[in-house]
């Protein structure tokens, strides 16, 4: 606490007594953490995200691998025109590389929790809001392909050797897991960091920086031949939606109150008497 502003104390002399009346304003600015956690939201988030991703792996395990028969059926003309390029391309190592873009994405979620004090101070609200997540985007994202067991571009092309077509993973193109997780880290991450920093001039280096990562995740799948564009474009948005949607169900409302209290106290010493008067402004 600190003062502001003071006014001098004012001395008047009446019949040999002194009387002192002095007013100060005091200001005082604390922190307040921008998430909270609460155990019946918590167990529900927390809850939904397990059951779908159980319900996902129950799913997965119905899935049929194609036979050599119907992926000498498949014509990539029957593919939608504004798909039907992802069908031509085929890359490993393109592949491998968007597991590495990936990783850097998450990697840069937890360095700013970690690397940054107040956030590491809330190391635990924050964990347990990027578990949500990830839980929800797993979950929801491996249901739905689950569900939809959309075969992959790449069983379309002539070039890529028949035991990559026979795996179960290739009627499980949407939507994108990468897309997903890569966006969901990012856009969580840059929220994050813009609440516990709101005038850092380093939120559109992390938005920039965690955003050019999921991107560039979701262009490796592409060329990778493992996803179609409509793929990518909806794991992206659902991630964004649950990276961005976690932090704003436990943001703390009201953040910005501001407070006063007025104190004021008569004293007297035997050779003086006075009042004293305290305005204390207190902000969040």
């Not at 856009?187 to 992390?206: C, D, I, T, W």
């Not at 990562?213 to 659902?238: C, N």
Request: charged content about 15%; glycine content about 10%; some cysteine.
């Amino acid at each position: 606490m600190r003062v502001l502003g003071g006014i001098p104390p004012k001395i008047f002399f009446r019949k040999s007594r002194v009387v002192i009346v002095a007013f100060f304003i005091y200001h005082s600015s604390f922190g307040q953490a921008p998430y909270q956690l609460h155990t019946g939201r918590e167990v529900t988030l927390l809850g939904v995200g397990a059951v779908s991703l159980g319900a996902s792996v129950v799913l997965s395990r119905t899935i049929d691998p194609l036979t050599s028969v119907e992926i000498a059926t498949l014509n990539r003309a029957d593919v939608n025109s504004f798909d039907q390029s992802a069908t031509e391309h085929w890359s490993p190592t393109a592949a491998k590389l968007s597991h590495a873009t990936l990783a850097g994405t998450i990697a840069l979620a937890g360095g700013l929790a970690i690397g940054t004090k107040p956030i590491r101070q809330d190391l635990k609200t924050v964990a347990v809001m990027y578990v949500e997540t990830m839980l929800l985007g797993n979950g929801i994202e491996r249901t739905v392909k689950g569900i939809t067991q959309r075969t992959r571009p790449f069983v379309y092309n002539p070039a890529v050797p028949l035991d990559e077509k026979l795996d179960r993973d290739a009627r499980q193109s949407f939507f994108s897991g990468h897309a997903t997780n890569a966006f969901a880290s990012a856009v969580f991450a840059s929220e994050v960091f813009r609440h516990y920093f709101p005038h850092s001039r380093l939120k559109p280096v992390v938005w920039v920086g965690s955003l050019g990562l999921a991107t560039a995740t979701a262009v490796l799948r592409y060329e990778g031949g493992k996803h179609y564009p409509t793929d990518l474009i909806a794991g992206a948005a659902f991630g964004s939606l649950v990276g961005w949607g976690i932090p704003k169900l436990h943001e703390v409302k009201n953040s910005g109150t501001i407070g006063c209290r007025l104190d004021i106290q008569p004293w007297s010493s035997g050779y003086a008497n006075g009042i004293y008067v305290r305005l204390a402004v207190f902000s969040r």
